[in-house]
């Protein structure tokens, strides 16, 4: 039996979900209104690291409009205590409070929240509320907090460093004795926010004569949130609903569960009315996670020819003031040593990385998560090996990537690759950019006096993780499965539901896709459906590169299982055997004999006829839920090449063309796949020139506003060249490979190499990101 027609998955299809997003029709949290609804507003806290002395409500719970007020000391005995637990070796357990208890620990912190008629009364009645802070010394260099000295944070931890982890492959210190070529350096990735077109959002309702609370919340991640939500507020699993309608962007700061989400639950339950609460710009700027911040020492050691010998490499990560729940502060450091070693062959490997709390909002999960940061380091190294051996850059990379016939190929670090096909992508790489011909037009542009630069980056990542690895390390929670349930109503057409739950990745397109080409239907006979726990079966969300595997794997395995189904009714009303059937083009037909065939509306009516209707013994109905677990995940990998010139006079880069060369095994939507990688690099690009959190000694925030934290327009983006090769997955379900971060992943590297070979000749490389003009201004300077 084939279901080949119409040929779906590979097609270049204009997203379904776009025209109800550009035309104003989606329905976001800020969207909702429900009768009786209240509005809540937070106090934040105005010092990064205090005593709670005095909170005084009187005042504001006088307030006109004003129902409610809750302090930390008043929440804590109706939620259990937030706390990111890890079964990881030199963890430290803290907790978070939705609400300050006895101290805060991070300017916009939350203090207080207060309930009213409308946002407005709320905002209002903050002013009333009368705080007593005792200054505490504020925490804010990692290194410094990390001293023994160093006032605590967390006094219940007995150390700022939260976490510790090391891998260990061979003997480090004898591959830098035996090298020829040793580079080392400093490396420095600064802070970095995820500046969400929505803010993020939440509406909770409780019904008493039920006792069901429903939480319509900008999430990634609604079943991890119903989960969370029903032990730390003791309510039964199947009494809490999540919502995740459309999100306005995620890129991971979505992930987590945050304070907010649960004050609106306890709140609404009290109350027993609609509570709704929406942030602001300055409150994600203060409040939502953050990333990266992390201090990389490291060196590479390499032979005579080129090869590589031994790395090792100490992270110090910022991870702010609280570990967040479930994914804890380790998520990022350890990754980023994880995945350190990249898609080349380093026999010998210490990686150490620690988590050092300081007075400064929370990190977590960012697009990429640690492997911008790892490759960052790592293809630096690379660069600076290359210029010492006066060997091309790309030859050192051939020379030394994993290659296909290797895989699967297990890491230094005990990660495995299912499949490489890094050294392809370079080779396609630099006859994309005509490497030779660029090279010379370099030389001649340098004879000219501009200063021009060309880097590459080559990454490798693991995507779509099954139950094997747990995505954040040691976390308790289980995230490796997802399901799908495919349904066929009597007249035909099919609804899809997923826990997944998309910020704009085109799910409701791709899923379409899959399943749609599985039945032999056209794409708009199939609707998808994602975000909600009480439609979906278990699943945890939409992060991690996991959708298209783990989602499209669980969409093929229901829609065969309707299939096989369909095909069985159609044999019994055909009288012909369900091998010599085939679906085409919404039909249901005999192989060689089109003629005789049935519409699948028909199958799909007869399916719900009765036992008249269907084989003897089959229960009536056309529908089915497969959970999908692709146990070890799988790798995709790209090579990013970028052309940038410096000028010297003012200090500003310009990216003058760039190029992507992705593998993400067999794609479902190419359209949709360079959407995705557009999207990532722009952010990358943000990343190493422009974006950068900035603190003062004291704990303060100086990018409080858009006006401070300067995001990239597309004045400053070049155009895009995306490339693709197809490798099909090896293990998972329908050849597929995730490519959701991959953007993000290679194009600090990328700039910051080009940028580093356009001031050679002044012995400038770059070492910290973003390389923002006042950073090349004083490096020039420096160096002249």
């Known amino acids: 039996m084939a279901s080949l027609e119409p040929r779906l998955v590979g097609a270049r299809v204009p997203r379904v979900e776009d025209r109800r997003l550009l035309t104003g029709q989606g329905t976001y949290v800020d969207d909702l209104r429900l009768p009786g609804m209240l509005h809540a507003a937070f106090l934040r806290s105005p010092h990064a690291h205090a005593r709670l002395v005095r909170i005084d409500t009187a005042a504001a719970r006088q307030a006109p409009g004003v129902v409610a007020v809750l302090t930390g000391e008043a929440l804590q005995p109706l939620v259990k205590p937030v706390q990111a637990r890890s079964t990881m070796a030199g963890y430290r357990v803290t907790s978070y409070p939705p609400l300050a208890i006895g101290k805060v620990r991070h300017v916009g912190e939350a203090v207080a929240v207060v309930v009213a008629t409308d946002r407005y009364r709320a905002e209002d009645a903050l002013e009333r509320l009368q705080v007593d802070y005792a200054p505490l010394p504020p925490v804010v260099d990692a290194e410094a907090a990390a001293h023994p000295t160093a006032p605590l944070l967390h006094e219940e931890a007995g150390s700022n460093v939260l976490l510790a982890r090391e891998f260990v492959r061979g003997d480090v210190a004898a591959a830098m004795a035996r090298a020829a070529v040793r580079v080392r350096e400093r490396f420095r990735f600064r802070r970095h926010t995820a500046v969400c077109l929505e803010n993020r959002g939440c509406l909770a309702t409780y019904h008493p004569a039920t006792g069901t609370l429903t939480l319509h919340a900008a999430t990634q991640c609604p079943g991890l949130v119903r989960e969370a939500l029903a032990d730390l507020l003791s309510l039964p699993a199947h009494r809490v609903r999540v919502v995740a309608t459309d999100v306005g962007g995620g890129f991971g700061a979505k992930s987590a569960l945050y304070p907010e989400e649960l004050v609106v639950c306890v709140l609404a339950r009290q109350l027993a009315r609609p509570v709704k609460w929406c942030g602001d710009r300055r409150e994600d700027l203060l409040a939502t996670t953050q990333a990266w911040d992390e201090v990389v020492e490291a060196e590479l050691a390499l032979a005579a020819d080129g090869t590589l010998l031994g790395l090792w490499a100490e992270v110090t ?468």
Not at 321 to 329: E, F, L, M, R, V
Not at 473 to 481: D, E, K
Not at 501 to 518: R, S, Y
Not at 519 to 543: E, F, I, K, M
């Open 317 to 784: 990560a910022d991870i702010g003031a609280y570990s967040i729940y479930p994914w804890t502060a380790a998520i990022e450091p350890v990754q980023t040593v994880s995945f350190l070693p990249g898609p080349y062959r380093v026999p010998h490997y210490r990686g150490r990385a620690r988590g050092v709390a300081t007075c400064k909002a929370p990190t977590g999960p960012y697009r990429g998560v640690g492997r911008p940061v790892s490759t960052f380091v790592m293809e630096g190294l690379l660069e600076r090996a290359a210029r010492q051996l006066g060997m091309d850059p790309v030859a050192l990379r051939l020379r030394n990537v994993v290659r296909p016939q290797e895989c699967p190929y297990r890491a230094a670090t005990g990660i495995v690759w299912d499949t490489v096909s890094v050294a392809a992508c370079l080779e396609r790489a630099c006859e994309v950019i005509d490497y030779q011909a660029l090279r010379a037009w370099q030389a001649r542009a340098r004879a000219e006096g501009r200063c021009v630069g060309i880097g590459f980056s080559a990454y490798i990542e693991l995507t779509g993780v099954g139950s094997a690895i747990p995505v954040s390390p040691g976390m308790p929670l289980a995230t490796g499965t997802e399901a799908a349930t495919v349904r066929v109503d009597p007249a035909g057409t099919v609804t899809a539901f997923f826990s997944l739950a998309p910020q704009g990745q085109g799910l409701e397109t791709t899923l379409a896709q899959v399943v749609a080409e599985e039945l032999g239907l056209p794409l708009a006979q199939v609707r998808v459906v994602c975000g909600d726990t009480a439609t979906a079966s278990h699943g945890t969300g939409t992060y991690a590169s996991r959708s298209a595997v783990l989602g499209g794997g669980a969409a093929i395995l229901a829609a065969r299982a309707v299939r096989e189904k369909a095909l069985a009714i159609a044999a019994h009303l055909l009288e012909a055997a369900a091998a010599d059937l085939e679906l085409r083009e919404g039909h249901i037909v005999v192989r060689g004999v089109p003629a005789r065939g049935l519409p699948w509306a028909e199958v799909a009516r007869a399916a719900y006829g009765g036992q008249r209707r269907l084989p003897q013994g089959m229960e009536p109905g056309l529908e089915a839920t497969r959970f999908y677990d692709p146990y070890f995940g799988t790798s995709s990998n790209a090579v990013h090449a970028a052309v940038v010139e410096v000028d010297r006079e003012t200090c500003t880069v310009k990216v003058l063309r760039y190029v992507v060369v992705e593998d993400c095994g067999r794609l479902i939507n190419p359209l949709i796949v360079e959407g995705q990688v557009h999207g990532g690099v722009a952010q990358g690009i943000g990343a190493a020139l422009f974006e950068e959190v900035c603190y003062d000694e004291a704990g303060q925030p100086l990018t409080a506003s858009l006006m401070d934290y300067l995001v990239p327009t597309a004045s400053e983006l070049p155009r895009f060249e995306v490339h693709h090769l197809e490798t099909p997955s090896p293990t998972a379900l329908g050849g597929f490979r995730g490519m959701g971060e991959g953007g993000t992943i290679g194009a600090p590297a990328a700039i910051a190499n080009a940028v580093s070979d356009a001031l050679a000749p002044w012995g400038v490389a770059v070492c910290e990101l973003p390389f923002t003009p006042e950073r090349l201004f004083r490096q020039l300077y420096a160096a002249s």
